[in-house]
């Protein structure tokens, strides 16, 4: 229920693609279960979106906390397109602002609001591991792994329109090498000395979406270990945006990550729970 009603107020947002519901959660009286989630998130009988986000009262000194929602009506870490989208809304529900921060399972997020672009502080990734070979069905997918917020594996293509990115994201996804949890899959092929494409088989989701922001800088600091090369670097994302992720290295440790691009409102109404 929200506010003991049976109506519930979202606002409809998108990161270069990958969509969103919002809801404002600061009084604290909403709780969704995971098959509310999911109908919102239904294309055909709810709202449609790749997932919920929803905003909260901090806990840790934070300026707010950000709670994400796959599809699925699972719980996830991170969503750096949606970080992107929740900093705008944040900044729109609660009073404007230039720069925020919000707590995630994935650490504490800064943004800074650039008219209808953002730029994301991210968490420092782990867990880097390249040249993995993944053996899924009677082939061997050669892949690279890092966790930018949440699991992230990263495959080099020749061809990015006519890579299976269902039949592999999914077998890679479910792989035994990333139980419990899966990870996500992104297909990535090189544009330019620092420029990128990619496409993403996306978690929870359980399909290929139009962006992943954490995705996107999981490519790029692959790219940028395979290849050597300093960011930023340029991601064009199967929704048509190209997002900029910049970053130190030290070492073979990435620190100071940022991701930028747009966040777009699209709509507000209320739905039926």
Same mark, same amino acid.
């Given at each position: ?13 998108? *990161? ?7 809801? $404002? ?9 995971? %098959? ?6 239904? #294309? ?11 905003? %909260? ?22 969503? *750096?397109?949606?970080? #992107? ?18 707590? !995630? /399972? ?17 968490? $420092? ?15 061997? =997918?050669? +892949? ?19 890579? $299976? ?19 996500? =899959?992104?297909f990535l092929k090189r544009r330019g000395? #620092?420029?990128?494409?990619?496409? !993403?088989? %996306? ?11 954490? +995705? ?13 090369? $300093? ?10 945006? %190209?997002?900029?992720?910049?970053? @130190?290295?030290?070492?073979? #440790?990435?620190?100071? =990550?940022?991701?930028?691009? /747009?966040?777009?409102?699209?709509? @507000?109404? !209320?739905?039926?729970?």
């Amino acid at each position: 229920m929200w506010y003991n009603s049976p109506m519930l107020r979202f606002t409809k947002m998108n *990161g270069a693609g990958n969509d969103f519901v919002m809801i $404002d959660n600061r009084v604290g009286t909403l709780q969704l279960a995971a %098959e509310q989630i999911s109908r919102i998130c239904d #294309r055909h009988r709810g709202v449609g979106a790749d997932g919920v986000l929803v905003l %909260e009262r901090p806990t840790n000194g934070a300026d707010f906390r950000m709670r994400y929602y796959n599809a699925d009506g699972g719980e996830a870490e991170m969503c *750096g397109n949606g970080a #992107r989208c929740f900093a705008r809304y944040a900044s729109h529900v609660a009073g404007p602002v230039e720069k925020l921060s919000f707590e !995630t /399972p994935a650490g504490v997020i800064g943004a800074a609001l650039q008219g209808e672009a953002v730029c994301l502080q991210m968490s $420092d990734p782990t867990d880097l591991r390249l040249g993995l070979k993944i053996p899924v069905n009677d082939q061997t =997918v050669g +892949g690279h792994f890092v966790n930018s917020g949440v699991p992230h594996v990263v495959v080099p293509v020749e061809d990015l329109e006519s890579a $299976d990115v269902r039949g592999i994201g999914s077998a890679v996804r479910h792989h035994d090498l990333f139980a419990p949890k899966g990870t996500n =899959v992104n297909f990535l092929k090189r544009r330019g000395d #620092r420029q990128i494409s990619i496409r !993403t088989y %996306e978690r929870g989701v359980e399909n290929e979406t139009l962006a992943c922001g954490t +995705g996107v800088v999981a490519s790029a600091l692959v790219f940028s270990a395979l290849e050597k090369v $300093d960011g930023p670097i340029g991601v064009l994302v199967r929704g048509g945006n %190209e997002l900029k992720v910049g970053f @130190e290295k030290e070492g073979e #440790r990435f620190k100071k =990550v940022t991701l930028t691009g /747009p966040a777009d409102f699209v709509f @507000e109404g !209320t739905i039926e729970l």
